[in-house]
């Protein structure tokens, strides 16, 4: 028998989360997202928002509303949000889902174009299935949301190719943190002007990391403690019915403890005392919930990617800091996994934009190879301390190997302070600083 909830608690919960008799906080304007949103919303094709716990997707979500209502000239009545994280929400199901509806339309009676925006959907099984029919007959224009990078796997994607467009939301980029403190850093110029407010910005987004609420709030460890044991509760335990518990927690904190290092499954099985086919099995878990990135070295053998190890980011330095079991600290790993996320999101929002690591056989290595299309665009390498005469030469001899390699004559290297040129026979190897590099303006 169908566990249906009451009419009547269905309106109370959905009258908190619209905008029908009240506006609502939308927060700070994320405008790279909803810029791209819009461009979509013309779109009959199912919009899909996936990102990371946290990350902000609900937000952005209202703030596309608001721009339907004032923007667009949308009657707030013609939106529906349905936030399925609510816990009010009982025995989540397709038929919930569908109740739902059917309470918006009867109470508000929208006349023309709807638009239903469902959160964190992947709470409801078989989903797609009712997503897919409203999208058919013309129901609404809808925008979905989930934190779930298999959202729109396996099945899924069948059921819905062709028929929606995806974006990935990461926590804030460094230029958005700076948004959220009130800096607007536009040109060269504002950078020389605001030097030392940004290398105290630049230490808090090392330190504390980029999730929206953290960034806005007081506790900021509490915080991420308190999002990682969600991360691991709902995102893997639950979704994932794992009864190794203990084991995958301390999979996750291994990784958040050896964040921008070469890692491979069997190595890390030994640690913790599991089959390198489980923590595989694992990694991709934590892969599909955001909460880790595995970058593969570059090769023009597959077996060769596949085989090589894999360099370990956290979706968030905070996090790792938070959680991981660091003993001393250590600024160029955490830049390193900063460039990393940097160029992560550059490659969402570019999908013909590829990121790798290259290392030869004498083991020499260059942090990130930038891929667009079939070319290699880029090499960069994060030294953060370059006053240290055995290390620049160390680092500057791989990006000038990478660089032959591969034929290019300009190669990147990411630091601390650090700016200039220097030149290498036909080769030139440019120096920029991190905060520098995050906003674009080199």
């Known amino acids: 028998m169908l566990n249906i909830m009451d009419k009547n608690e269905i309106i109370k919960i959905l009258n908190d989360w ?3 008799s009240k506006d609502l906080s939308v927060g700070v304007f994320r405008g790279l ?10 779109s009959e094709q199912i919009k899909v928002i996936t ?27 013609n939106i529906l949000f349905v936030n399925f994280e609510d816990p009010r929400f009982t025995a989540l199901s397709v038929q919930l889902l569908q109740q739902a509806f059917d309470v ?8 023309g174009k709807i638009y239903v925006f469902l959160d964190e959907v992947q709470e409801i099984p078989a989903w797609e299935k009712w997503v897919r029919t409203a999208q058919e007959l013309n129901k609404a224009n809808l925008v979905i949301s989930g934190s779930n990078a298999r959202l729109l796997s396996g099945e899924l994607a069948t059921t819905l190719t062709g028929r929606h467009l995806a974006l990935t939301v990461l926590p804030l980029s460094f230029k958005e943190f700076l948004d959220f403190k009130g800096l607007t850093v536009n040109n060269k110029k504002d950078l020389l002007n605001n030097e030392i407010k940004l290398k105290s910005f630049l230490a808090e987004f090392s330190q504390f990391g980029s999730f929206p609420l953290v960034v806005l709030g007081a506790e900021k460890d509490r915080i991420l403690l308190s999002y990682f044991d969600d991360l691991v509760s709902k995102d893997l335990i639950k ?13 996750v904190k291994f ?16 640690f913790l005392n599991l089959s390198a086919q489980s923590v595989e099995r694992f990694s991709a878990y934590l892969e599909a919930s955001y ?23 956290a979706i968030d330095v905070g996090l790792a800091k938070a959680v991981g079991s660091q003993f001393s600290e250590n600024l160029g790993r955490t830049a390193e996994n900063l460039v990393f996320l940097e160029l992560k999101r550059r490659a969402f929002f570019n999908p013909r934009l590829e990121i790798y690591y290259w290392k030869n056989l004498a083991q020499e290595e260059v942090d990130f190879v930038v891929k667009e299309g079939v070319a290699v665009k880029e090499l960069i390498q994060v030294c953060w301390d370059l006053g240290n005469l055995k290390t620049k030469q160390r680092e ?18 990411i630091t601390e302070d650090y700016e200039g040129e220097e030149k290498f026979g036909n080769k030139k190897i440019r120096y920029v600083t991190l905060r520098q590099w995050l906003l674009d303006l080199c």
């Open 18 to 20: 619209n905008f029908w």
């Open 33 to 42: 997202y909803l810029w791209e949103l819009e461009k979509m919303m013309p």
């Open 51 to 77: 990102g990371a716990r946290r990350s902000g997707k609900s937000y952005i979500m209202r703030q596309l509303a608001k721009w339907l209502m004032e923007q667009q000239g949308v009657n707030r009545k």
């Open 104 to 111: 918006y339309l009867e109470q508000q009676q929208p006349r």
């Open 239 to 251: 979704r994932y019915k794992i009864r190794k518990t203990e084991e995958i927690k301390g999979l």
């Open 255 to 270: 990784y958040l403890s050896n964040i921008s290092s070469s890692i491979t499954f069997s190595s890390a099985g030994k």
């Open 291 to 313: 909460l880790l990135f595995f970058l593969k070295r570059f090769s023009f053998k597959i077996r060769e990617v596949e085989k090589s190890p894999r360099k370990v980011y």
């Open 396 to 413: 500057t001899k791989a990006l000038l190997k990478a660089l032959t390699a591969f034929k290019l004559n300009r190669g990147l290297i």
